[in-house]
């Protein structure tokens, strides 16, 4: 008994390690899975499951847990003992225990059923009683009560009276049902049956005298709370017959969860405020970014070697974008510059245009010039302006050459620019060049070509469209074609030069007249005249060549007229003509016969006719030449006393030209003609001369000094004696020497005046119609002029560094607009059929003079 | 071209009657100016605002248009302004000088 009793115990504790470790494992199970949970931190949330567990639970390693405890359920009971033996202390010795009635069977749980058989006797008497029969009643339920424990059972045997029975009663009753609790579990199936059959017998009885028992039950229930009590509704007279199919209704309650309200708060949405306007001008962008792509598109869908061709010359996208940004950051810098420029010059930009000296009205035959803006380069404060000329396609755009006229303290550079007259503080485009430059020109055809000859001998070609770091386009040859500053490199230090100058016997008036030979195979050539050496002095844009590439001359102080074509990438250079001098050959400090050649000053085309072009020298000759004949001239003239500056032909009379010279004057020819037409003195070296584009007859020059009393008119000269005198000594007095002698002559003049003149010959064939002194400095002198073809404005350079532009008053220009229209050549023509006959003799023109004066 | 920038705004700073000048980038922020900081601050915002407007008046006007510069005359002085996409450059000039 003691044994069964061990075991029971033992299995017991089995069960409970098992138990034990079942809950472990499924608390790590459940630790495990919330770990798994929370580490996703979706539901960090959440309240953190603890599940309880009793205090004295056993703990459990790591490898316990993961222990397998192996189980095998047989049919064979394998504690069965088969002879089981006690010590009997009343007989002291052991006996068998008896074996048990079920045999082998183990009762682990007795369950008393409700059934009884219909053949027993118990089933008989309630049948008797009037169970069994099913029927329904009116009256409402009645509650009657089933004891089942045996302790009630007890209790039932005791008389009703007995109800309120003492309290130790009670309590011995008590005792008396915990004494059967502990009855042996073997004993339990004997002791169920008689209970059952107790059971039913007092059921019997409770039929009886249901009411009474009711009251009193309740009360000992109460006292009993160990006792379970099941309430079955018996409706009263329907006799309920308990047999095998006939159940009771037991009702049960289920563990009822809890409910738990658990509250939580998710992280908001992330918010964000989105406006925008929807303007028509944004519509329409993104369906032109639409387009673009549409386009893009369908050119991918190109064959891929077509594409391959296009992405070889595309640039990259970035490269792209910095270049526009920088060409629209220049852009907006240009403007900005001239619309600050507008501010300042506002004034000057009205009258520019517009301007009128009222005083005109009153002045038949005479208008005024207004000065109207200064143009100063300041890098090029120590050079002057050494050409310029209006750019023929941008009417507000003339190009500057500077150079330097000093030729004792050359400069080492020079500077190419462009001028706006929208922009008069700064150059738009300028370019350093490495030599002074002497003289450009504008190409006609192509108005950023702007061909440029240098104090070098070089002559270039510059772009004025590319940027200012990529320098000249084309650059001659140095060492092949230029002008012949080569010579004097060849001829090096043994170079023999012979200078010779001469002076003017009036102590005043002195001008400076040189000529340089020097020796270069064994001939001696003339490389320079006053100024010295190869530098060129006038280029020339031609007609383009029969293969279309552009041309151009330039001509020089080594008297060669050269042709240089712009092939790609070089110049090609062919020299036209070279000039003969009327000098006879001199002889040179070896003895040898020097050949002298002339010395190219000046260079013009005739408008019409390609090949004849007209070439002023030095020494005062005009030479009409054709690029047909390079080795004569066609016609020679002995125009000036002095080197020729400029010659202009008429713009609408082809047959008439006019040229300027040193020696103060201005002449107009016609071809053909040996004498000129017109003779004006100007009282001082005329460095240009032009003829206006709107007028036959209205000419206006440039005098670079003078003396007072220049705007009565040409009446101040100097006798045609003393010039040929002057001109004699300058060509044969020569003196030798070895080394370059270049004197400077101080001019020295009491009242400097620099002034442009304006001819009309038509209203006055003896008197400027106006003069207008332009600087008044002392050092400066004028040099050049142009006219605007289309605005009343003209530019005249200077000596230092500044570009002058005067307006012509209105009266000038519209006096002269209006009879251009009307007869623009044949008012010249018929001035010119006046002066042809009787044919003029220059001391005619003197007498003019004279009675002008 | 920074060099090319030094170069221009030191000449645009030399012409007559010019107070000022200011370079805007594209965020509004003042990149180069000869002005005062706070001025140039104040210059670029207010500046930037207009411009926007002004651009968007010309493009609603007419899709196809753009601004491309923009004066304000005023008793004291004249805003020049001239805008892109990128930038924004202001000069201030005082014509009565």
């Known amino acids: 008994m003691l044994k069964a009793m061990v075991r029971r115990a033992l299995k017991g504790d089995d069960e409970t390690v098992l138990q034990t470790r079942a809950l472990q494992c499924f608390e790590k199970e459940a630790n495990k899975s919330r770990t798994t949970i929370l580490e996703e931190g979706a539901l960090d949330w959440m309240k953190p499951r603890v599940l309880l567990r009793p205090d004295d639970q056993e703990e459990l390693t790591e490898a316990d847990l993961d222990e397998e405890v192996a189980r095998i359920l047989t049919t064979r009971n394998p504690h069965w003992v088969l002879d089981e033996v006690a010590f009997h202390y009343g007989q002291g010795q052991f006996t068998r225990i008896p074996k048990p009635t079920f045999g082998k069977a183990f009762p682990l749980y007795v369950f008393q059923g409700t059934a009884i058989r219909k053949d027993s006797e118990e089933a008989r008497a309630q049948i008797a009683a009037g169970y069994g029969m099913v029927g329904f009643d009116d009256a409402g339920p009645k509650r009657a009560k089933a004891k089942k424990t045996s302790a009630e059972e007890e209790e039932e045997d005791e008389p009703a009276a007995e109800a309120e029975a003492s309290p130790e009663e009670a309590k011995a009753e008590e005792e008396a049902a915990h004494e059967e609790e502990e009855k042996e579990p073997d004993d339990v199936a004997g002791e169920t049956e008689q209970q059952q059959e107790e059971a039913?017998?007092?059921?019997?009885?409770?039929?009886?005298?249901?009411?009474?028992?009711?009251?009193?039950?309740?009360?000992?229930?109460?006292?009993?709370?160990?006792?379970?009590?099941?309430?079955?509704?018996i409706k009263p007279r329907v006799k309920k017959l308990a047999n095998q199919f006939n159940f009771c209704e037991r009702a049960a309650l289920t563990y009822t969860c809890p409910l738990r309200t658990v509250e939580t708060q998710s992280l908001p949405p992330a918010r964000a405020t989105y406006s925008a306007t929807a303007l028509q001008s944004i519509i329409f962008d993104y369906y032109q970014e639409d387009y673009e792509k549409k386009l893009r598109e369908r050119e991918e869908e190109k064959p891929k070697r077509l594409?391959?061709?296009?992405?070889?010359?595309?640039?990259?996208?970035?490269?792209?974008?910095?270049?526009?940004?920088?060409?629209?950051?220049?852009?907006?810098?240009?403007?900005?510059?001239?619309?600050?420029?507008?501010?300042?010059?506002?004034?000057?930009?009205?009258?520019?245009?517009?301007?009128?000296?009222?005083?005109?009205?009153?002045?038949?035959?005479?208008?005024?010039?207004?000065p109207l803006w200064k143009f100063q380069y300041e890098p090029m404060r120590s050079h002057a302006v050494c050409d310029?000329?209006?750019?023929?396609?941008?009417?507000?755009?003339?190009?500057?050459?500077?150079?330097?006229?000093?030729?004792?303290?050359?400069?080492?550079?020079?500077?190419?620019?462009?001028?706006?007259?929208?922009?008069?503080?700064?150059?738009?485009?300028?370019?350093?060049?490495?030599?002074?430059?002497?003289?450009?020109?504008?190409?006609?055809?192509?108005?950023?070509?702007?061909?440029?000859?240098?104090?070098?001998?070089?002559?270039?070609?510059?772009?004025?469209?590319?940027s200012l770091e990529s320098h000249y386009q084309y650059k001659s040859d140095s060492v092949r074609d230029k002008h012949s500053n080569i010579v004097w490199e060849i001829a090096g230090a043994c170079a023999e030069i012979q200078t010779g100058y001469a002076k003017l016997k009036k102590k005043t008036y002195q001008f400076q007249h040189y000529f340089v030979y020097a020796r270069y195979k064994d001939t001696y050539r003339r490389v320079g005249g006053p100024p010295t050496e190869a530098m060129l002095k006038l280029v020339r844009w031609g007609r383009r060549l029969i293969d279309g590439e552009a041309t151009f001359f330039s001509i020089s102080g080594d008297g060669r007229v050269v042709q240089w074509a712009v092939m790609p990438g070089e110049l090609q250079a062919t020299t036209i003509i070279t000039l003969r001098?009327?000098?006879?050959?001199?002889?040179?400090?070896?003895?040898?016969?020097?050949?002298?050649?002339?010395?190219?000053?000046?260079?013009?085309?005739?408008?019409?006719?390609?090949?004849?072009?007209?070439?002023g020298t030095e020494d005062g000759m005009i030479h009409t030449c054709s690029k047909a004949y390079s080795r004569d001239h066609v016609m020679s003239v002995k125009g000036h006393h002095m080197p020729v500056y400029r010659i202009h032909y008429n713009y609408f009379n082809n047959n008439v030209f006019i040229s300027c010279s040193g020696d103060w004057r201005v002449k107009i020819?016609?071809?053909?003609?040996?004498?000129?037409?017109?003779?004006?003195?100007?009282?001082?070296?005329?460095?240009?001369?032009?003829?206006?584009?709107?007028?036959?007859?209205?000419?206006?020059?440039?005098?670079?000094?003078?003396?007072?009393?220049?705007?009565?008119?040409?009446?101040?000269?100097?006798?045609?004696?003393?010039?040929?005198?002057?001109?004699?000594?300058?060509?044969?007095?020569?003196?030798?020497?070895?080394?370059?002698?270049?004197?400077?002559?101080?001019?020295?003049?009491?009242?400097?005046?620099?002034?442009?003149?304006?001819?009309?010959?038509?209203?006055?064939?003896?008197?400027?119609?106006?003069v207008q002194a332009v600087v008044s400095k002392k050092l400066k002198k004028l040099t050049r002029i142009d006219f605007n073809p289309q605005l009343p404005v003209i530019v005249c350079g200077d000596t230092k560094y500044a570009c002058v532009r005067l307006k012509s008053s209105i009266a000038i220009f519209s006096r002269l607009v209006r009879r251009l229209h009307s007869s623009g050549v044949m008012k010249l023509d018929k001035l010119l059929s006046l002066v042809r006959d009787p044919p003029i003799t220059p001391g005619a023109i003197d007498e003019k003079f004279d009675e002008d004066d | 071209m920074a060099n090319e920038a030094e170069e221009t705004v030191k000449k645009l700073a030399a012409l007559r009657g010019v107070v000022g000048l200011v370079i805007v980038n594209?965020?509004?922020?003042?990149?180069?100016?000869?002005?005062?900081?706070?001025?140039?601050?104040?210059?670029?915002?207010?500046?930037?605002?207009?411009?926007?407007?002004?651009?968007?008046?010309?493009?609603?006007?007419?899709?196809?248009?753009?601004?491309?510069?923009?004066?304000?005359?005023s008793k004291k002085s004249e805003i020049i302004v001239a805008p892109d996409q990128d930038f924004i450059m202001i000069v201030v000039q005082d014509p009565a000088e």
Request: with cysteine; proline share 5%; hydrophobic share 35%.
């Open chain 1, 581 to 615: 001098s009327g000098v006879p050959p001199v002889p040179g400090p070896d003895g040898t016969l020097l050949t002298v050649n002339g010395c190219g000053s000046c260079l013009c085309f005739h408008p019409e006719k390609a090949e004849i072009f007209m070439v």
């Open chain 1, 669 to 770: 020819w016609e071809d053909g003609r040996v004498d000129p037409l017109f003779m004006f003195e100007l009282g001082s070296p005329v460095g240009d001369v032009r003829w206006a584009p709107y007028s036959s007859t209205v000419f206006a020059a440039c005098t670079s000094d003078g003396k007072t009393g220049i705007q009565n008119g040409p009446g101040s000269r100097i006798d045609n004696r003393d010039r040929t005198e002057i001109e004699n000594e300058a060509g044969l007095k020569i003196e030798y020497g070895t080394e370059i002698k270049i004197k400077s002559v101080t001019i020295e003049i009491k009242n400097l005046r620099l002034s442009v003149f304006v001819y009309d010959l038509n209203v006055n064939k003896y008197k400027p119609i106006c």
């Open chain 1, 307 to 370: 594409r391959k061709k296009a992405a070889k010359h595309a640039k990259s996208a970035q490269e792209i974008h910095d270049e526009q940004l920088a060409q629209r950051v220049r852009e907006a810098w240009t403007v900005l510059e001239r619309l600050v420029n507008q501010n300042i010059y506002d004034d000057i930009a009205q009258d520019y245009r517009y301007w009128d000296d009222p005083s005109d009205e009153f002045r038949e035959g005479v208008g005024s010039l207004l």
């Open chain 1, 388 to 466: 310029v000329q209006w750019n023929p396609h941008y009417q507000d755009l003339f190009a500057v050459a500077y150079g330097s006229l000093d030729f004792t303290a050359q400069q080492k550079e020079g500077c190419l620019c462009l001028y706006s007259i929208k922009n008069p503080a700064y150059p738009e485009y300028a370019v350093i060049t490495e030599s002074p430059v002497i003289c450009l020109d504008v190409y006609r055809e192509v108005p950023y070509l702007i061909c440029i000859g240098c104090y070098d001998g070089n002559v270039c070609v510059y772009n004025s469209k590319l």
């Open chain 1, 200 to 233: 039913v017998g007092e059921e019997v009885k409770e039929g009886v005298d249901e009411e009474t028992e009711t009251v009193e039950k309740e009360a000992v229930e109460e006292q009993t709370e160990e006792l379970f009590d099941e309430v079955i509704d």
């Open chain 2, 26 to 73: 594209g965020e509004g922020i003042p990149v180069k100016s000869t002005l005062d900081n706070h001025i140039s601050v104040q210059y670029a915002g207010l500046m930037s605002a207009l411009v926007q407007k002004a651009k968007s008046v010309v493009r609603d006007l007419d899709p196809t248009n753009a601004l491309t510069f923009l004066r304000i005359r």
